[in-house]
């Protein structure tokens, strides 16, 4: 993945990406992943130049990434549940609307590189966007600080919203 454009580069974004990072206590070698992570396909669809490439398709493996760490952490945790009930607490873990929570108690919403239609629509409060956000996000952490330090992203983010799921009754 070759990204030299002016988003990716610009000093501005570098800086916000990097005060963001310090804020979560995370270390980054590579900056670029993260602001790559934070582009909405609105600006690669109006301004190509500037941004070549958005997070739709990093999600992917953030997404089975958080998959993993989730069904292993359940698997150890709830040795008494059957399948079927750690797939649901699963599900209910990864939700796009429990990960749009995540992500803007992050406040993943103020990082978004977004074109002024999707800014102007409320894009930044939008939950499918957030929600890929953050798991474009564990995509860039994943590939720039390996297996362990997006687990533990995940488990204290993430995993930590199991108790009030539950207590919640928020799964099938």
């Given at each position: 993945?070759?990204?030299t454009q002016k988003a990716i580069d610009s000093e501005l974004w570098q800086n916000k990406i990097v005060e963001l990072l310090q804020k979560l206590s995370l270390e980054h070698k590579?900056?670029?992943?993260?602001?790559?992570a934070f582009i909405h396909r609105s600006i690669v669809n109006e301004r190509n130049d500037f941004a070549p490439e958005h997070n739709e398709r990093l999600e992917f493996?953030?997404?089975?990434?958080?998959?993993l760490v989730?069904?292993?952490k359940l698997f150890e945790d709830y040795s008494e549940k059957q399948e079927w009930e750690l797939t649901d607490m699963r599900?209910?873990?990864v939700r796009g609307r429990n990960l749009s929570q995540?992500?803007?108690k992050l406040s993943f919403q103020e990082y978004l590189f977004l074109w002024k239609g999707e800014e102007?629509?409320?894009?930044?409060?939008n939950d499918y966007i957030l929600a890929?956000?953050?798991?474009?996000?564990?995509?860039?952490?994943?590939?720039?600080n390996g297996f362990e330090v997006s687990r533990n992203f995940i488990l204290e983010h993430i995993y930590c919203t199991l108790p009030h799921i539950l207590e919640n009754r928020l799964f099938k």
């Open positions: 993945m070759v990204i590579d900056i670029k992943k993260y602001i790559l493996l953030g997404d089975a990434v958080l998959e989730i069904t292993h599900s209910a873990l995540i992500a803007k102007k629509s409320g894009g930044r409060e890929n956000t953050l798991e474009a996000f564990i995509w860039a952490l994943y590939l720039d």
